[in-house]
């Protein structure tokens, strides 16, 4: 046991390095994560500031547009749309100096906001820019050349803003971006050089180089755009191409690549403002479609990032615990070995002795045991303690299995040094070295001194209890003789209670048949008569054969009422309550009536349930019977006998009960016991409530009591 604990402490010292491991791999993986879900927040604030510039460089480019068109036309058109351009530009450029105020620019990175700062100075400018478009006092080139400064300058800050994305897919979502924004502030300036050039009639071959310079631009960077965009931002870009206004672009572009006066100068400058502006607004919805693609990135990988950090935290948090737990239980099973051992040295007999059997250790259990202290048992062989009653071929033995490396397992009687003796189990194994041979020998014993003594008084009591065992099966023979002879004796008291019952049966039928005999003897006598006198006709004659033939099925019916009362029934039948007392009535009815005594029935259930039918009767007589004899001894005046039937949770009962007064205290609880009668003067056996209890309670599994009402006694039977 004490190096099985040995061996779980070796085994938590790998588990809690791999534990620390992980706990190191989690962190890493953790602080990973969480730098990814922080750029990834600074990404998205980043790209939300880029928005908000976008939509400044798309509205400065409206503005810029109008503008040429205002200065070109010496103020004649252009000036209503280039008010209200202007009041969609400062509101755009409002939104973002409020955006700024919520926000720390500072935290996405200090370049974004250097380059930021840049904006805003150049773009505080603008209200001096403004007030020389109005006067007419600045060039189309120095208009332009503000206006692309403008916007090139917020094209840098959204090119910073795309350096600080770390995620690939992300990264080239912003590159795609950033070249559209290129591409589509290039098509901005084409739209204003186109328009003053169209607007001048003036023939100026420079502009017309830089027209088409802006052209090669806007296709480098759509080229780019397309490499690195979606494949759902290629399909729109291809629906973008389907668009009217991009064919008439490209044809009013090839007249001014033409050179040819005369055709540049029929131009429409409005309308070439107009197509271009169109192609700005479609290029401006694919410009919102890139940035709501930008934002669902990054918030989806934000999403994942931020799901993968929990994890990694909660494992972080899980090997944290599980590395301290670890260490705990290090600590506590190294402070439970040294606890153990000190409880195994006090408490277990144990020992180990070299190869020749000399004792190298010795616990403090076996020096209590043994009598012998530490120091007189190293050393010395093992031999000292053995008892001179162990025969030498037990030791052999043992020596010959635990040298082949096996385990011997055994008892083992010591002798200790004051000369007495002690049993152990011992188990004795041998210890081997890390070349598998053996290099020394341990042995763990138990000390079984008392289960040896406690065999030797088994066996006293064994033969002790041999004796009881031929008591209890002759006391057994004998008890089996008296339940036998008892058992007769109540088939003897049935039978005794049966036969008084029949005499009274007997008795009952008698007069039962007093009246119809009465009535045939006096028919009979009457048809003699008539015989006689001559005077019997036809009539007379059927009509005395069927009074006699009626009182003869009466008499016959008396009969079988009497057999089926007492025909021995095996099995249970289904019968009502009702029925038992009615077939019971039938018997005593005649008898009941001519003594004046009523019988009143109160039935209140008609359930059927499955009971031995003729034996409840004969109780039920009993019990009527008793009833009518106490109501004739004690006179009662206005006899009655009540039959009360009902159901009380699962259980029936029949209630007889009658007003001749009570059954005396005194002899209430004796009531039952067999042979005990009130009716000795009129020969009453004391067997009728005594066996009708039994089979009630042993028979019929019901119960039968009796208690004493205001009127008079009451016997309950419940079933």
């Keep these: 046991m004490f190096n099985n604990r040995r061996t779980k402490t070796k085994l938590f010292l790998p588990i809690s390095i791999l534990a620390l491991i992980f706990l190191i791999l989690t962190t890493s993986i953790t602080t990973i994560q969480y730098n990814k879900s922080k750029s990834l927040s600074l990404l998205g604030d980043g790209i939300v500031l880029a928005t908000k510039l976008s939509k400044i460089l798309h509205e400065i480019q409206k ?24 009041v969609s530009v400062d509101k755009k450029i409002g939104e973002l100096k409020s955006f700024l105020n ?101 023939f100026n071959e420079q502009k017309i180089i830089k027209f088409n310079s802006l052209i090669e631009k806007q296709n480098l960077y759509r080229e780019i755009f397309l490499k690195y965009a979606s494949d759902e931002a290629k399909s729109k870009y291809r629906e973008f191409l389907k668009e009217e206004c991009i064919s008439k672009v490209n044809k009013i572009r090839k007249t001014i690549l033409s050179a040819e006066q005369k055709k540049i100068f029929d131009l429409d400058s409005l309308s070439w403002f107009e197509i271009t502006t169109t192609k700005i607004d479609k290029l401006k919805i694919l410009d919102d479609y890139l940035e709501r693609e930008i934002i669902f990135n990054i918030e989806s990988e934000l999403k994942s990032t931020n799901i993968y950090f ?92 635990i040298q082949s490396g096996n385990i011997w397992q055994g008892k083992v009687k010591n002798l ?184 009143i029935k109160e039935f209140n259930t008609e359930d059927k349930i499955k009971t031995y039918s003729n034996e409840l009767k004969q109780v039920v007589l009993n019990l009527i019977k008793n009833a009518e004899d106490v109501l004739l001894d004690k006179k009662i005046s206005n006899p009655y006998i009540r039959l009360l039937t009902y159901k009380e949770d699962n259980n029936y009962i029949i209630e007889i009960s009658d007003n001749g007064g009570g059954v005396s205290e005194d002899i209430i609880d004796n009531i039952f016991d067999p042979y005990f009668s009130t009716k000795l003067e009129k020969n009453g056996t004391g067997l009728g409530l005594y066996m009708s209890k039994t089979i009630i309670e042993d028979h019929c599994n019901g119960k039968l009591s009796i208690l004493n009402s205001s009127e008079g006694a009451v016997f309950k039977i419940v079933l």
């Excluded at 503005?63 to 000036?79: H, N, P, V």
């Design 63 to 86: 503005e810029r547009g109008m503008s040429i068109g205002y200065i070109t036309s010496d103020a004649l058109g252009f000036e209503d749309i280039l008010l209200i351009q202007r």
């Design 416 to 599: 200790k040094k004051n000369g007495d003796f002690y049993w152990v189990y011992a188990n004795i194994e041998p210890l081997f070295d890390k070349h598998g041979n053996i290099e020394a020998y341990t042995a763990i014993r138990l000390n079984i001194t008392s289960d040896e003594a406690l065999k030797e008084k088994t066996k006293e009591l064994q033969n002790e209890s041999i004796k009881v065992h031929h008591l209890n099966t002759t006391l057994e023979s004998r008890v089996k003789e008296e339940i036998t002879k008892n058992r007769q004796k109540d088939k003897q008291l049935l039978q005794q209670s049966r036969l008084a019952q029949m005499g009274e049966m007997m008795s009952m039928i008698a007069h039962q048949w007093r009246q119809p005999l009465t009535a045939i003897s006096s028919t009979s006598a009457s048809l003699e008569l008539k015989i006689i006198l001559n005077k019997l006709d036809e009539e007379t004659m059927l009509e005395a054969v069927k009074n006699i033939s009626k009182f003869s099925q009466h008499l016959s019916s008396t009969i079988d009422d009497f057999r089926d009362f007492f025909k021995p029934v095996k099995e249970q039948e289904e019968v009502s309550l009702s029925e038992i007392i009615d077939s019971v009535i039938e018997i005593v009815q005649v008898s009941i009536k001519n003594q004046n005594i009523e019988l």
């Design 310 to 401: 929990v994890i990694f935290t909660l494992l972080n948090i899980l090997s944290i615990a599980l590395f301290i737990t670890m260490i705990m239980l290090i600590v506590t099973l190294l402070k439970n070995e040294t606890k153990l051992k000190r409880i195994m040295d006090k408490y277990i007999i144990s020992s180990t002795t070299d190869l020749n059997g000399k004792i190298l250790e010795a616990s403090d259990a076996f020096c209590n045991i043994s009598g012998y202290s530490r120091d007189e048992l190293i050393g010395k062989p093992h031999n000292i303690v053995r008892h001179p009653d162990v025969p030498k071929e037990s030791f052999k033995n043992m020596w010959d299995t």
């Design 102 to 202: 919520k926000k720390n620019i500072s935290n996405i990175g200090y370049k974004i906001a250097d380059s930021l700062n840049k904006n805003l100075l150049i773009i505080d400018k603008l209200l001096i820019v403004r007030n020389s478009i109005d006067t007419l006092s600045l060039s189309t080139n120095e208009l332009i050349e503000y206006y692309t400064n403008i916007n090139t300058s917020i094209l840098n800050t959204i090119i910073e803003i795309s350096k600080i994305s770390k995620l690939p897919n992300i990264t080239q979502n912003i590159i795609a971006y950033s070249n559209f924004l290129y591409f589509k502030e290039n098509v901005g300036v084409e739209r204003a050089l186109g328009t003053s050039i169209i607007v001048n009639h003036v």
